[in-house]
């Protein structure tokens, strides 16, 4: 008996120094998980403006609505009597809320992100088991206006798209922790101390668009859309100076504040994730490498046949030349296949190759936006013997918009590329600006190749023989390329009978380059021709955007003559929002230009940013 008595004591004694001693600290720790609960703080989301201070995404405070099931049951009040109350207040059906109410849980969710008064009117009927929690709601004042540039964030506030999945890092913050302790079936110990550690809310982000630009942007798409009856459009406005896209649309587009009634395509920011073949624009890469590599000078006399074979291919114009003697000028004004096709042979196939590496295909452009596609290019020694005329020309190759509009301003600037951007800065817990950083350079081709360049595509809309009158801009003189391009069937190898890309990409005032301005239509009818389509929507975003920015006209004589450039109305979410004049409250004179500076207004709105109403720069 007293040999068991010892044996039992000391497995006593073993037990309490195992429990005590050698694993203390695991049973310390299950101790706390049953006895405390460490609830997550969500930090404030950064909110994103447009360049003037007008907010595009910000977030709300909402009511969420939540049950303890289990302190429920302990009430004695029946799930279906409280299913009933809530029923008409969440508007959600009876049985589903009865089903949540009645699960052997201590936390379920019943509605989430519901306006403040419905939460109110929950607290009020004071149900037992059933509280309110203040939850951030992510709302869009623009409403459709950029919505696929600036994309949606899910209902835990993490960026699912846009540029709210591109900056989730900068806007998102640091979440922070609380600790509690509870008792028995889930409830919470209200006397316990708790120990907190607050969240760090995330930095605002000013975005590089326009608001008023990207508004007769969208407008001058979805017209164009409708009136050409186009499966789809884009459309990207650049500032040559600065590399910032002031405006890039899609259509069709969505709302995001009623997400789950679009369609995903709408959703796409077509202009820098879809590709397509641009068709005669690539021949602007074609007559830069020419002349920068000097296989070609303006003036040279090409022999340019109606027909042209390479292999087992026959090259021909849509329109036959008036005579078969052309200069190097007159192949790209009236965009002969056959002319620059004879000029790129000079080049041969690395050396358009190397151009077209050099002008951005092949490469994402940088913006940060998610999804953004860096084209489809292949090596020289995979080029078949009709791949040289063909790409030249602008088949067999593919590109982004934006990549193709990064040409027409790589000219422009002189030759000079510069990296894209869409962010034009952050905006800290000082309430301060700090510019985001300049976007990398690099040296494409001379100034004096640019020039030529740009002298060769004033004549596709001012000589008569261009192919784009209609994209004449009243008082400015500008530079462009037509082109027209056939669709890859997704079904075979070749190309879809009937179905083409009309595009036009160009820039103004050619003097003195301000704005690039590129248009796509994606299978317009019946009437298809990049000039008569994306032509005249070109010139019509282009005329209100010089006329914005007040940039000097060419022609100041002739502008006296034009009606104004009007703004395109905006939907009755935008003028809750606030409306925006653009960059007169932001900027002064812009070098090497004559026109005057404009002052910088105080804003009486108190929900425009200090930042916006201070002059700077970029």
Request: aromatic letters at 6%.
């Amino acid at each position: 008996m007293l040999i068991a008595y010892l044996v039992l004591s000391v497995l006593m004694s073993w037990r309490l120094v195992n429990i005590q001693v050698v694993n203390a600290d695991g049973y310390r720790s299950l101790a706390d998980r049953q006895v405390q609960r460490e609830v997550t703080l969500a930090p404030e989301r950064g909110k994103l403006y447009d360049r003037a201070g007008q907010p595009l995404a910000m977030s709300l405070t909402a009511a969420t609505i939540y049950a303890n099931p289990r302190q429920i049951l302990d009430s004695g009040v029946p799930p279906i009597v409280l299913a009933r109350r809530l029923a008409p207040v969440l508007e959600r059906p009876v049985m589903e809320l009865n089903a949540a109410l009645s699960k052997d849980a201590g936390f379920v969710y019943l509605a989430r992100q519901l306006p403040r008064h419905v939460g109110d009117e929950v607290m009020a009927m004071k149900l037992p088991g059933v509280a309110v929690l203040e939850e951030a709601r992510r709302v869009y004042p623009a409403g459709r206006l950029a919505a696929q540039v600036v994309g949606f964030a899910g209902i835990d506030g993490e960026g699912l798209a846009g540029m709210e999945l591109g900056l989730e890092s900068i806007l998102s913050g640091t979440p922070g922790t609380m600790s509690l302790e509870r008792a028995p079936r889930g409830l919470e110990i209200s006397s316990a101390p708790r120990t907190v550690s607050p969240p760090v809310a995330g930095d605002d982000v000013v975005l590089t668009l326009d608001r008023e630009i990207q508004s007769v942007t969208e407008r001058a798409l979805r017209s164009a859309v409708q009136r050409y009856n186009a499966e789809a459009g884009s459309a990207v406005v650049l500032d040559v100076r600065t590399g910032q896209i002031l405006a890039m649309a899609s259509m069709p587009t969505f709302d995001p504040g009623e997400l789950a009634t679009t369609d995903p395509d709408s959703r796409k920011n077509r202009a820098v994730t879809d590709v397509y073949e641009p068709g005669s624009v690539n021949k602007v890469i074609t007559a830069a490498a020419a002349l920068e590599e000097g296989v070609a000078h303006p003036d040279q006399v090409f022999h340019v046949p109606l027909g042209y074979r390479i292999g087992p291919k026959v090259f021909t114009d849509s329109h036959a030349p008036e005579n078969p003697k052309m200069t190097f000028r007159e192949i790209i004004e009236q965009s002969s296949n056959v002319g620059t096709i004879r000029i790129a042979e000079r080049l041969g196939a690395k050396g358009l190759h190397r151009y077209l590496r050099k002008f951005g295909y092949g490469d994402v452009p940088g913006t940060g936006f998610p999804g953004e596609s860096r084209g489809l290019i292949s090596a020289p020694d995979q080029w078949s013997m009709t791949s040289l005329p063909t790409i030249a020309i602008g088949q067999g190759v593919s590109a982004s918009l934006l990549q193709v509009a990064k040409v027409f301003e790589t000219v422009a600037r002189g030759g000079e590329w510069i990296e894209p951007t869409v962010v034009r800065g952050t905006v800290g817990e000082d309430g301060r600006l700090q510019p985001a950083p300049d976007g990398q350079r690099r040296r494409v081709v001379s100034a004096d190749t640019a020039r030529k360049v740009a002298r060769m595509l004033v004549g596709v809309v001012e000589d008569e023989r261009g192919t784009c009158e209609q994209c004449a801009v009243r008082g400015y003189r500008v530079g462009g390329k037509t082109g027209t391009a056939q669709k890859p069937s997704t079904e075979y190898r070749g190309y879809e009978p009937g179905a083409y890309i009309g595009s036009f990409v160009g820039f103004a005032p050619v003097d003195d380059p301000a704005l690039v301005v590129g248009v796509m239509l994606d299978e317009p009818r019946p009437v298809y021709y990049g000039g008569l389509t994306a032509g005249p929507t070109f010139a019509e975003i282009m005329e209100f955007s010089l006329n914005h920015r007040r940039v000097p006209p060419s022609n100041p004589a002739a502008r006296s003559t034009a009606e104004p450039a009007q703004a395109a109305p905006v939907d009755p979410v935008d003028v809750a929002a606030g409306s925006t004049e653009g960059d007169d409250l932001l900027f002064g004179e812009q070098p090497g230009r004559s026109a005057p500076q404009r002052v910088s207004r105080t804003r009486a709105d108190p929900t425009i940013p200090a930042w916006a109403t201070t002059p700077a720069e970029p």
